[in-house]
């Protein structure tokens, strides 16, 4: 069996992508591919997890677990998404991003010994990652939030060697999460497993959240009478509706935090293009890329 887990990171995915799989569940099930509720098995993961304290799971325990989320026999690949398997939110900042990411992703791995495991996981600018991250503070000054963190140091490729050091029998698909609506078939399809995934019923909504309802049904009769040959077709006909007829105050980022001026934004979001380039050169990463 093929596990795979879709790490988030938070406020990226927002859990649409669950929500798409879900509810083709049956399209998926009849490729042998399951996507169980989250109900029915996050706190069980990290329960689990946390019990294995740093050992491998026994092929009891491991057959446990699969009993308890697993509702299609015969299944080839379980699909297991939440956004706090790396940490939650007010870990999330200590020092760097996601400090324990190694750590965790060896653990959950652990829970399924002997099947083989994927990791999938969306990055973020953190000019716009750090005061979305804040939000989901409660209570949290932004001293508070900042306090130890060169907020100039922070590196995805740092979380991402991590896990790579940690499981490097893990492969691990990255994407950054300003590309999402031009890639999202690509990562629908990498996550899932399933080669028609980016047709599924849902697959727009994505679209829909960023265009007007009539750019977004121009784009699909476009796209009807002329079905793209490539992603890279598509992609170029996504962008060009989404320029004419995208919505400027969902497209927009934010980038509110306190003291930062245009200059901390401009130097933050060279870093993380720079960061981004170091990614796509990883050994054991896949890097979904517009």
């Known amino acids: ?171 691990l698909t990255v994407w950054c999460d300003e590309d999402t609506p031009l890639i999202w078939p690509e990562v629908l399809v990498a996550v899932s497993g399933h080669p028609d995934a980016g047709r599924f019923e849902g697959a727009d909504d994505l679209l829909a959240s960023l265009m007007s309802p009539a750019g977004l049904k121009r784009m699909r009769a476009f796209l009807a009478e002329h079905p793209p040959q490539s992603a890279q077709q598509r992609r170029q006909a996504v962008s060009a509706f989404l320029e004419k007829f995208g919505l400027p105050e969902r497209i927009e980022m934010e980038f509110e935090m306190p003291g930062w001026t245009d200059e901390v934004i401009d130097t933050l979001t060279r870093g993380y293009d720079a960061d981004v380039a170091r990614i796509q050169s990883l050994p054991g990463v896949t890097f979904i890329a517009p």
């Open 1 to 171: 069996m093929r596990v795979i887990y879709h790490l988030g990171a938070h406020c990226t995915d927002e859990e649409r992508l669950l929500r798409c799989l879900l509810a083709n569940r049956e399209a998926l099930a009849q490729a042998g591919i399951a996507v169980p509720a989250p109900a029915g098995y996050r706190t069980l993961l990290r329960d689990t997890a946390v019990g294995l304290k740093g050992m491998p799971a026994s092929i009891e325990t491991r057959g446990a677990v699969l009993s308890r989320i697993l509702d299609l026999p015969g299944a080839g690949r379980i699909v297991l998404s939440w956004d706090s398997f790396l940490s939650y939110p007010q870990w999330v900042l200590r020092g760097a991003l996601y400090p324990a990411a190694g750590e965790r992703v060896r653990a959950l791995a652990d829970i399924f010994p002997g099947c083989e495991v994927e990791a999938h996981l969306a990055i973020r600018n953190p000019a716009t990652f750090l005061p979305a991250l804040l939000r989901k503070q409660r209570g949290r000054s932004h001293a508070d939030f900042l306090e130890g963190s060169q907020i100039g140091a922070l590196r995805w490729s740092d979380t991402i060697r991590s896990i790579r050091l940690a499981v490097p029998e893990v492969p």
